[in-house]
């Protein structure tokens, strides 16, 4: 184990406030100690259809997702390789670090892409979407993330999808890695047709699985790329009858079932709103520190971007909230490095924990001469929650 030993962490324990991984339940971390499972067993083919069954409803499908052993870039790929064709014509939608891995995929796999831009901080604008499907017929697939972690933006899926979906017959795709949990997704009734997730987001488990659910129209397209490790048809037909096509990360799996369990008793409703509720008293606090939330109108639930001044530096902040607190908060990312903070409230992220960050961020901040009241936005935050 590597020891970091500082004297004024003393006592202190590490955490995460990272889109990604999120913290993981003590009990989903234990479950995983229980005892060796082999991956051509009845006990693994229970399991396996149990967190198949157990996830159908965060997507909001009748379908049953796939489970990978990868993390959620595997289960993108994937989707890329198994349901286009070489030449296809693809719309992607690009407004950060995650639209432009769509966009690198859908170039590697050779697929003609149009990609409509959206600024780092926006949504997607939803007619520039409506008006190229319009004028490009040849266009067969659309990929967009739900929310974009990079800059804490929600694309509004629902509407996207209501605006688009009586003209275009094509695939619509979506990368819900960080938005299970956070946002409502109904994969059925808002006509998607593949949802693609992670296993590090909103359950809370360790990296290493993907999920990917697709409809029964895509499941018809039969892409007639060569692939090996992620041939979805083989893999389908593998899960369906209780198998995989390779060895499992059998833990995680495990930790999966626990936690699909401990979720089991509430609603979606529920856990959808508790996210909104967190996302909203995160907003008032940063809000209260006398910061701006970088995402105006169309914000993520799943995390919040703020801007910090550049006489104070985003930079300064997070290595002081590393060396002093043991706590990871995320920064920018290529041209937002140095000028953002994002702070995750995704999965097991207990509302109590979370006012521990925002009172570390106060106090991270005035080390790095932020003038504020000191308790001000912890007040804030509390009286929210
Ligand atoms: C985390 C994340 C991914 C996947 O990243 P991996 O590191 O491969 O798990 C993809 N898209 C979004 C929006 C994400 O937040």
Sequence with gaps: ??????????????????????????????????????????????????????????????????????????????????????????????????????????????????????????????????????????????????????????????????????????????????ALLAHEMQMDAWGIDIIVGGSQKGFGVAPGLSFIAASEKAWGIESKRSRFYFDLVKEKKNQDSGKTSWTQATTLYQSLDAVLDYLSPYSVDDIWGRHKQLCLATREAILAMGLEPFVKDDFAYSLTSFTVPESVGAQKVLKYLRENYCATYAGGQDQLKGKIMRIAHLGFMDPFELLGGIAMLEKALVANGHKLDLGQATATFLKNI
């Design 1 to 178: 184990m590597v020891r970091v030993i500082m004297n004024n962490t003393l006592f202190m324990r590490p955490r995460l406030f990272t889109p990604g991984p999120t913290p993981t339940p003590v009990f989903a971390k234990t479950t995983s100690l229980s005892g060796d499972l082999y991956h051509r067993s009845a006990d693994f083919t229970e399991l396996l259809g149990r967190c198949r069954k157990g996830l159908s409803r965060y997507f909001g499908t009748k379908q049953e997702p796939l489970i990978l052993t990868s993390s959620g870039s595997g289960a993108m790929e994937s989707a890329m390789v198994n349901f286009t064709n070489e030449g296809d014509e693809v719309l992607v939608v690009n407004a950060g670090k995650f639209g432009d891995r769509w966009q690198k995929l859908s170039d590697t796999y050779n697929c003609k892409t149009h990609v409509i831009e959206a600024a780092w901080g926006k949504a997607v604008d939803i007619d520039a979407v409506k008006s190229s499907l319009d004028a490009n017929s040849q266009i067969k697939a659309v990929f967009i993330q739900a929310t974009e972690s990079s800059t804490g933006v929600y694309h509004p899926i629902e509407a996207l999808c209501k605006a688009i979906r009586p003209s275009f017959k094509g695939l619509i795709v979506v990368d819900a890695i960080s």
